[in-house]
């Protein structure tokens, strides 16, 4: 299986931005998609973005369209989540997930990102 690490998260002001990184370990890390969800208390985990193995292809849910980048370095093993015009709900724990046997089945630890108002 994968084992996934996440980090970069932290406070920030509204408008600020931060860099969220996954690393990866076990399969190889190019033969699979990846993902970055985010979950708010009470609320349910939702889909940031996603990335193809190759880097080729990406898509984001409507929230973050504009705002937030998703790219993966596979010589890293590592997958990256650039976040901009940060807004207060944009608070959440944000994990970076594989796709791997036909889903999202391998998920990591989260990093916590708080926007300060």
């Known amino acids: 299986q994968v084992q996934l690490v996440e980090s970069g998260g932290g406070l920030v002001q509204a408008g600020g931005s931060l860099r969220l990184s996954c690393a990866a370990s076990?399969?190889?890390?190019?033969?699979?998609?990846m993902a970055w969800f985010r979950q708010a208390p009470g609320k349910v985990r939702e889909l940031v973005a996603t990335?193809?193995?190759?880097?080729?292809?990406?898509t984001y849910a409507d929230s973050v369209k504009g705002r937030f980048t998703i790219s993966r370095d596979n010589a890293k093993n590592t997958v990256y989540l650039q976040m901009g015009s940060l807004k207060p709900e944009d608070t959440a724990s944000y994990y970076c997930?594989?796709?791997?046997?036909?889903?999202?089945?391998?998920w990591g630890q989260g990093t916590q990102v708080t926007v300060s108002s």
């Open positions: 997930a594989a796709h791997l046997g036909g889903s999202w089945s391998n």
């Open positions: 076990g399969r190889t890390f190019s033969s699979y998609p």
């Open positions: 990335i193809s193995w190759s880097g080729g292809s990406t």
